[in-house]
């Protein structure tokens, strides 16, 4: 899944995204070029700067859709932002740099995860090790009569166990019960073991807003005042303890300094910002309340677009060459609005179009996750076989073009409201209904929409 090529990541798309294929195609070109440039001699490649991509496009056309299927589709780091959520710094909010720590962070995390599952063999081996020497204490000491492990020892009902007291079978025994161990055989008995308290509640009230351009972790900070390795002892079952032992040992083997460089390195060579909601901080100069500090969150992000330094806590990251997509509805505003600066770091620009009644139809069937099959999934839970006639799928698109061109047009999203008044009722007596095969065909459409397709002003209120 790593590299694709620009034809195959549009294909994943296609899965997805009905249409938009110049912006898809943009986006798949954008994606390759990280790989290229990482395989261009090192002198050349510090040269080759990212080009910065907007989409513009209506809303509910599949901006952020895109944004989300391209996360999984591309082994750089990648990280989704909506502007809105940064003011300035001073103000109330996330400072702009944040969005290259938290690309850090999930970065960190995403090779953390994959570090563990590499060394997993090896942590189940030692975790195995582990287990045995809770079941099989060392050879002469003898447990007071009625401790658990004589207990276990009972209900195991295997006489080899005892033989563990006598050094000179103890190995031999241990090789016995490991190939129980490992046949599953010992998964249900109780063992006791120690497991660190991850973190105190407490702690968690607070946030780290505020503190985060210090480069301090406020958690960590208080975690580590706090009395450590604050462990309890639980009783568990042998599988459960091969588990949260086994997560232990890879925790152990993982060389986190060095994940910690790779990480950065991955950031600052591949790295990609999906900028969403940008349209959201353009705004006159010379506004009121939100809009004061919307050209200061501008201002704030050029630097970082245009490649600067930013401190984090593991270290200077350098965001010289980091890729950032923006996307934003502009109805109101344009890119233009945006100071020029910025504008300026964004030299492509791609338009999605605004979807109409053929675009519906495919929008409600074609896709992995069309919205028709979730609610048919949804439905068969409480039993119920729900289809829908091609004529009822023609009729919804239809008016819910319809709709979009006489109030707001809120793109595929109209999709969302307009199914949901047309299958409220069945929604709600599902649980009830006798009849299990229903379909949905022209007629139940045409009934189930009379009242708002009469009346324009219902509609604006009830889709
Ligand atoms: N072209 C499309 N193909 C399939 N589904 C789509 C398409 N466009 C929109 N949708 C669906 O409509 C919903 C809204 O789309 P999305 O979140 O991408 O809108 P957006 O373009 O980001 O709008 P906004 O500007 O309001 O943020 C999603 O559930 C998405 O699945
Ligand atoms: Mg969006």
Redesign the pocket.
Known sequence: MSELKPAEIVEELDK?????HNAKRSVAIALRNRWRRRQVDPELRDEIAPKNIILI?P???????IARRLARLTDSPFYKVEASKFTEVGYVGRDVESMVRDLLELTINMLKVREQEAVQGKAREMAEERVLDLLLPESGTRHPPGSDLQAQEQDLNTPEIYESEKPAVSSETREKLRRMLRDGKLDHRQVEIDVQDKSSPMVEVFSNTGMEEMGINFKDMLGSLMPRGSSRRRRVTVAEAMEILTQEEAQGLVDMDKVVQDAIEKVEQSGIIFLD?LDKITGKEGGQGPDVSREGVQRDMLPIVEGSTVTTKHGPVNTDHILFIASG?FHTSKPSDLIPELQGRFPIRVELDS?GKQ?FVR?LTE?KNALLLQYIALLRTEGLDVSFADEAIEEISRFAETVNNQTENI???RLHTLLEHLLEDILFDAPDMDEKKIVIDQDFVDEKLRDVKEDEDLSRYIL
């Open positions: 997805y995204i009905i249409g938009q496009g809303t509910g056309v599949g901006k952020t859709e909601e509805a979807l675009d929008i896709p793109g595929a999203r």
